[in-house]
C-alpha cells in the first residue's frame, strides 16, 4: 500500500494539471466573461468564478474518491496538490495574456477575463488570490472526505442548493411573487442578481440543517408502507399529485416560464417518439426533424388561407397531418430496412435534409411558401376558446405529451415492444423466431413519425407560421442528445433530458450562446461515468453495470457469511 | 413418413460449391444426424432449411410444402426451429422473456391491443406467461426466469436456447452443435435431454454433432457430409465401417490400415 501510495504524486500533478486546462479553456472560449454578470451571491460570488474554480474542485473530489483508503494527511495534501497545480495554469495563462496578445487566436482572451481570474486586484496579490483560492478548492474536497460523512453530505447539499437557488433567482422570484404573505421574505433573500450574502448564509443553513436533521433521524418502521393497500394508494397519491402540479404549472409561472415549458414538452413529445425508434428498436435516426417538419408543414399547407381558399380549422387538419406523418414514416422506412447501424444513421440524415431542401425550394414554392414558409396557420379552438397563449398551449402540448408517454409505456410492456427488443439485440435471431422484422421496423418508425408530427401541428399552431430554417438538422440532434442524456429507452429520461437539455439554456440565458459546447462535454463525461442516462431504464442500468452490481452482490454475500461464522 | 426431403440441394459461394447436390429425407419423430469436418457444409445445410439462404439448385420441402426460398419468418410459422452452434440468446432480455419472443408466432396481440390492454391482449400474455415458465421447468431452469440470459450459466444458456427453440412449437427442431464446450456428464444430460424432446414432445430432431459418442449412441440414422458433398447416409453402425468416412476423418489410406499409411515427406 505504501509504495502505491507514493506513487500517486504523478497522477495526483497530472489531474491538478488538466483541472487547470479544464478552467483555462472555460476561460478563454468566454465562458467565465459571460457568467460573470450572473452572481450566485450578490457582490460576493458569481458564476464565472464558479466555473473557473470548480475544476479544481471537482476533479479533486473525483481523484481523491478514486483513490481510497490514504491517511488524513495524504488526502489534504494531494487535495492541495491538485488545486495548486490547477491555480498554477490558471496563473500561467493571466501571466501570458497580460503580457502577450493572445486576442489574435481567443477572442475572449481580453483584459476583462482578466480582471476576473485576478479578482479586479492588482496583477500580483490578484494571482496571489487566484492561486490560493484555488488551492483552496482542492483542500476543500478533500475536507468532505475527512470530516464525518452526515456533516460533509449536509454541507454538500447546502452549496448545491445555494447554487442552484443563486442561479434560478428570476424564476423562483416569478414563482413565489404569488405567494401573498411568503413573497416578501423570499425576495428578501435576493439581489438584483443572485442572493444576498446573508440570503445565502441563512438559505445554506437552513438547508444543512434540515438535510442534517434528517439524516440523523432513524427511520421508524411506521413510515414504511409495509401493507400494498398502503403501497398502491400512496402510488395513486403520488400520481395525482404530479398531475395536479402539471396542471397547475401554467398560472404559477406566468408567461415567459410557461414558454420555456411550451418548448420543453414539444421536445418530450418527440424524444418520446424517437426513443421507441432508436431506444426501443435500435434504429438510428438522425433525420427525425423531418417528420415534426412534415407535421408542421401539413398543417400550414391546411390551414393557411394564404395558400387556400378553403382552409380548414386545426382539429380537421389534424387527423390528415397524422396520416401524413405515418405514411412518411413507412416511406422513410422502406428502403433502409436492409441498413443497419451507420448506414441507416446516414441514410435517415440525408432524408432529413431531402425534407428541409424541399421545404426551401423555389420549385415548391407555390405550396410550400420556399423561403418564406406559410403564415397565418389556424390556432386550436375548443369550444370559443381559442388556443393561443403559451399558457394555454401548454395543456395542448400536455395533453399530447400525456397520450403518448402512455402509448410508449404500455407498447414498451407488451409483445410489441419486446420484439423491438429481440430485433435491436440481435437481427438475425429475431427473424428465426418468427419476427417479421420488415413490419415491426415500420411499425417502429410509423410511431415515430407520427409522435414527432403531432409535435409538429402544435408548434406549427402556436407560431402561427412555419420556415424552412426551423426545421434544422439540430433539431434532430438536441432530440437524440437528450434521449442519450436522460436514458436510452427510459419513458422518465425523456422528461429529465428535456428539462435539462432545453430548460436550462432558457433559463439561463448565458447558457445558449456555449449550448453545444456544454452539450458536447456533458455527453462526453456521461459516457464515461454515466452511460445508462440520468433517469435510466431499470433493465439499461443492468446492462451496464451488471458488474457492479455483482461485486456488489458478493461482498454482500461474504459479509453475510462472515458474520453468521463470528455469530457462531 | 418423411418430414423434411432435400433433393439436389446446391449452394455456391462465388465459385465454391458449399453443398452440392445434396439428398435428404429425415422421418418422422426421427433423431437425424449430419455430421463431417469442419467446413463440410453442415451449418450451411441448416441455413438452407431455415431459409436463411436460397440454395441455387433442389428443392427443399416440409411435410410435402416446398419452402425452399421461403423468408426465415415464414419458415419458423411452418414448424421448424433452430438453435445455434455459438449460443445466440438475447443476451439483455430475462429468461422468460426470450422464451416469449421464441413464442411469436402463437402470438396475435396487435398494436392496438397492446396499447389499450383489451381483455383478450390481457389473457393472452398472462397464458404465454405461464407457458414460458413450464417450458423453463421442462429444460430445467424452474425459478431462473428472471435472470438475464448472460447472466446464466453455459449449460443453461444451452437449454435456454433450446426452451427458446421450441416455444414455437416446431415439428422440426435443428440442433447445432447442442454438446460443444460441455464436460462428459454434462453431454450425458443432453443426450438424455434431447431424447426426451422426441420421446415426449414428439418432436423430430436434426442435429449437427461433432461428438462421434453422442451421434453414434442417439442417432437413428447419419448423413456425412465432406467438401459440400454428401459422402455416406446410413444408420450408425454403417457409418462407424464406412471406408470413405474413415478417410474423411482420418485422411487418406486410414480406411485400409494404419500400418500401410505412407509417411509425408
Redesign the interface.
Known amino acids: 500500500m505504501q509504495s502505491q501510495n507514493t506513487s500517486l504524486w504523478k497522477p495526483a500533478i497530472q489531474s491538478g494539471l488538466i483541472a487547470g486546462g479544464v478552467a483555462v479553456l472555460l476561460s478563454l472560449v468566454g465562458m467565465v466573461a459571460t457568467f460573470n454578470q450572473r452572481f450566485i451571491i450578490s457582490g460576493v460570488f458569481s458564476m464565472g468564478q464558479v466555473i473557473f474554480l470548480a475544476p479544481m474542485l471537482l476533479m479533486s473530489y473525483f481523484f481523491l474518491r478514486k483513490t481510497m483508503a490514504l491517511s488524513s494527511q495524504k488526502i489534504v495534501l494531494y487535495g492541495l496538490l491538485i488545486g495548486v497545480m490547477g491555480g498554477l495554469v490558471l496563473v500561467l495563462l493571466v501571466l501570458l495574456g497580460t503580457n502577450f496578445n493572445l486576442q489574435a487566436m481567443f477572442i475572449n482572451s481580453s483584459s476583462k477575463l482578466y480582471d476576473i481570474l485576478t479578482f479586479n486586484q492588482p496583477l500580483a496579490p490578484g494571482l496571489m488570490i487566484l492561486l490560493a483560492l484555488s488551492a483552496v478548492m482542492g483542500v476543500l474536497a478533500s475536507g468532505s472526505f475527512l470530516i464525518p460523512p452526515r456533516i460533509s453530505a449536509a454541507v454538500i447539499q447546502g452549496i448545491t442548493w445555494v447554487l442552484l437557488v443563486g442561479l434560478l433567482r428570476d424564476l423562483i422570484i416569478t414563482v413565489t411573487s404569488r405567494w401573498g404573505p411568503l413573497a416578501g421574505p423570499v425576495k428578501s433573500l435576493f439581489a438584483v442578481s443572485g442572493l444576498k450574502p446573508l440570503g445565502a448564509i441563512f438559505l445554506f443553513a437552513l438547508i444543512s440543517g434540515l438535510y442534517y436533521w434528517r439524516n440523523g433521524k432513524p427511520v421508524s418502521p411506521a413510515q414504511k408502507p409495509t401493507q400494498t393497500k398502503d403501497r398502491s394508494l400512496l402510488f395513486w397519491a403520488k400520481w395525482a399529485g404530479l398531475i395536479i402540479l402539471l396542471l397547475l404549472l401554467p398560472p404559477i409561472l406566468g408567461i415567459f416560464f410557461s414558454d420555456i415549458l411550451d418548448t420543453v414538452f414539444m421536445y418530450i413529445l418527440m424524444g418520446i417518439g424517437l426513443n421507441i425508434v432508436v431506444g426501443f428498436a435500435g434504429l438510428l435516426d438522425l433525420g427525425y426533424v423531418a417528420f415534426f417538419a412534415i407535421g408542421a408543414y401539413t398543417m400550414g399547407v391546411l390551414t393557411s388561407p394564404e395558400l387556400n381558399a378553403d382552409p380548414m380549422t386545426y382539429w380537421q387538419a389534424l387527423p390528415f397531418a397524422m396520416i401524413a406523418c405515418v405514411v412518411a414514416g413507412l416511406i422513410l422506412g422502406l428502403p433502409v430496412l436492409k441498413m443497419r447501424g451507420d448506414y441507416l444513421a446516414i441514410v435517415t440524415l440525408g432524408f432529413g435534409e431531402i425534407v428541409r431542401l424541399l421545404a426551401l425550394s423555389d420549385w415548391l414554392r407555390p405550396w410550400f411558401g420556399g423561403s418564406q414558409g406559410i403564415q397565418l396557420i389556424a390556432q386550436p379552438v375548443i369550444g370559443n376558446m381559442v388556443l393561443n397563449t403559451q399558457q394555454e398551449l401548454y395543456y395542448l402540448f400536455l395533453l399530447g405529451v400525456g397520450i403518448v408517454a402512455?402509448?410508449a409505456w404500455?407498447?414498451r410492456d407488451?409483445?410489441?415492444?419486446?420484439?423491438w427488443?429481440?430485433i435491436r439485440?440481435?437481427e438475425?435471431?429475431?427473424?428465426?423466431?418468427?419476427?417479421?422484422?420488415v413490419a415491426y421496423k415500420l411499425?417502429a418508425f410509423a410511431?415515430g413519425a407520427l409522435f414527432s408530427g403531432i409535435a409538429g401541428t402544435i408548434f406549427a399552431a402556436k407560431l402561427q407560421s412555419v420556415y424552412p430554417h426551423s426545421m434544422n438538422f439540430l433539431v434532430s440532434i438536441n432530440v437524440l442528445c437528450l434521449i442519450i442524456i436522460g436514458g436510452m429507452g427510459s419513458i422518465p429520461g425523456v422528461f429529465v433530458g428535456s428539462l435539462v437539455l432545453m430548460g436550462s439554456p432558457e433559463l439561463l440565458r448565458e447558457f445558449a450562446e456555449y449550448r453545444y459546447l456544454v452539450y458536447g462535454a456533458l455527453l462526453v463525461v456521461m459516457m464515461l461515468t454515466r452511460p445508462e442516462g440520468l433517469w435510466p431504464d431499470a433493465?439499461r442500468k443492468?446492462?451496464l453495470h451488471?458488474e457492479e452490481l455483482e461485486a456488489e452482490a458478493h461482498v454482500l454475500a461474504e459479509a453475510e457469511t462472515s458474520a453468521m461464522k463470528s455469530a457462531k | 413418413m418423411a418430414i423434411l426431403v432435400a433433393k439436389g440441394v446446391t449452394k455456391r459461394f462465388g465459385g465454391l460449391n458449399a453443398l452440392s447436390k445434396i439428398d435428404l429425407e429425415v422421418n418422422e419423430k426421427a433423431i437425424y444426424s449430419i455430421i463431417g469436418p469442419n467446413g463440410a457444409g453442415k451449418t450451411t445445410f441448416f441455413n438452407c432449411v431455415t431459409g436463411f439462404y436460397t440454395p441455387e439448385e433442389g428443392v427443399i420441402s416440409l411435410e410435402g410444402q416446398n419452402i425452399t426460398g421461403l423468408s426465415p419468418d415464414r419458415v419458423t410459422h411452418l414448424g421448424v426451429s433452430r438453435t445455434y452452434q455459438n449460443i445466440r440468446l438475447f443476451k439483455n432480455m430475462t429468461a422468460v422473456e426470450n422464451i416469449l419472443v421464441g413464442m411469436h408466432p402463437h402470438l396475435k396481440a396487435n398494436l392496438v391491443g397492446s396499447i389499450i390492454r383489451d381483455r383478450r391482449t390481457v389473457q393472452e400474455e398472462k397464458e404465454s406467461v405461464e407457458e414460458a415458465k413450464r417450458l423453463l421447468q421442462f429444460v430445467g431452469l424452474r425459478g431462473k426466469g428472471d435472470l438475464m440470459a448472460m447472466n446464466l450459466p453455459y449449460g443453461a444458456q444451452r437449454r435456454l436456447e433450446i426452451a427458446r427453440a421450441l416455444a414455437s412449437r416446431p415439428k422440426l427442431l435443428l440442433l447445432d452443435e447442442p454438446t460443444a464446450g460441455m464436460n462428459p456428464s454434462e453431454t450425458q444430460e443432453m443426450v438424455h435431454f434431447i431424447r426426451r424432446l422426441r420421446d415426449e414432445l414428439e418432436i423430430t430432431i436434426l442435429l449437427i454433432e461433432h461428438q462421434m459418442r453422442v451421434v453414434m449412441s442417439i442417432s437413428e440414422k447419419i448423413t456425412v457430409l465432406d467438401f459440400g458433398e454428401k459422402i455416406a447416409e446410413g444408420t450408425p453402425v454403417e457409418i462407424q465401417n464406412n471406408p470413405q468416412v474413415i478417410e474423411a476423418y482420418l485422411g487418406r489410406g486410414a480406411a485400409s490400415g494404419l500400418g500401410q499409411v505412407q509417411p509425408v515427406a
Do not use: C, K
Open positions: 402512455f402509448i404500455r407498447l407488451s409483445r410489441m415492444g419486446r420484439t427488443m429481440a439485440e440481435d438475425d435471431v429475431a427473424i428465426a423466431m418468427g419476427i417479421n422484422h411499425m410511431t433493465r443492468l446492462e451488471e
